[in-house]
T-cell receptor, first 112, second 114 residues
C-alpha cells in the first residue's frame, strides 16, 4: 500500500517540552511539506523540502524545525519557542514541486 | 496577492441537490487549482484539480468550473449525498512559489440532509 503515514495520531505534551512528529512516505515523492491546521481555518505552510538534505521555511516556520536525511522521511519538531503549538499537523508529499499534493492522516498535538 | 477567498463558510443542501462552492484568487501566476475534501479528524483528500488551460473538468459527480478572466473557480457537486457531508477546501499554487506550496481557502462545511 502506497501512502503517507504520520505518527502518533494524538500527542500530548507539557509546555516547555520539544516534541517530534513523524512523517513517512513510500510514494517515491521528491517534495514533502508540513502544514498546520487550526479550527475553522485553512492550512498554513510550516516547512517544505524539495530534495533530500534541503528544506525551506514556509509562512509560519518560527518555533519549528525539520530535517530531511532520507527521501521517505520528513520529521517536524515543535520546539518550546512555538507560542501556540496546539493544532492539527498535516504532512503532504508530491512527486515534484507544483504537482499534486497528497496528505497524511495528521497528528493532533495538544500542549498544556 | 497570495490569498484565496472561499465562500460560503457553510452550506446545507438536500439530498439529490447541487452543492456549489466558490473561490477567488488574486495572483494570475497561479497555475494549479485543486479541491480537497476533509472529514473530521482526517487529512484532506484530493478530490479534483484543474489547470488554467481548461474551463471545466468533470469527474463523476464533481465538476470544477474555471473562469480565468474573473480569477474565480468553483466546485459543483451534483446529486449531493449525505456521505458528501464534509469540509471542502479550495487551493491554488504555482511551482515558482515556495516549492509549489498550496494556498488554501478558509473551507466550506457542507451538510447534506437526507
Amino acid at each position: 500500500d502506497g501512502g503517507i503515514t504520520q505518527s502518533p495520531k494524538y500527542l500530548f505534551r507539557k509546555e516547555g517540552q520539544n516534541v517530534t512528529l513523524s512523517c513517512e512516505q513510500n510514494l517515491n515523492h521528491d517534495a514533502m511539506y508540513w502544514y498546520r491546521q487550526d479550527p475553522g481555518q485553512g492550512l498554513r505552510l510550516i516547512y517544505y523540502s524539495q530534495i533530500v538534505n534541503d528544506f525551506q521555511k514556509g509562512d509560519i516556520a518560527e518555533g519549528y524545525s525539520v530535517s530531511r536525511e532520507k527521501k521517505e522521511s520528513f520529521p517536524l519538531t515543535v520546539t518550546s519557542a512555538q507560542k501556540n503549538p496546539t493544532a492539527f499537523y498535516l504532512c503532504a508529499s508530491s512527486r515534484d514541486r507544483g504537482g499534486e499534493q497528497y496528505f497524511g492522516p495528521g497528528t493532533r498535538l495538544t500542549v498544556t | 496577492q497570495q490569498q484565496v477567498k472561499q465562500s460560503p463558510q457553510s452550506l446545507i443542501v438536500q439530498k439529490g441537490g447541487i452543492s456549489i462552492i466558490n473561490c477567488a484568487y488574486e495572483n494570475t501566476a497561479f497555475d494549479y487549482f485543486p479541491w480537497y475534501q476533509q472529514f473530521p479528524g482526517k487529512g484532506p483528500a484530493l478530490l479534483i484539480a484543474i489547470r488554467p488551460d481548461v474551463s471545466e473538468k468533470k469527474e463523476g459527480r464533481f465538476t470544477i468550473s474555471f473562469n480565468k478572466s474573473a480569477k474565480q473557480f468553483s466546485l459543483h457537486i451534483m446529486d449531493s449525498q449525505p456521505g458528501d457531508s464534509a469540509t471542502y477546501f479550495c487551493a491554488a499554487s504555482g511551482f515558482w512559489n515556495q516549492g509549489g506550496k498550496l494556498i488554501f481557502g478558509q473551507g466550506t462545511e457542507l451538510s447534506v440532509k437526507p
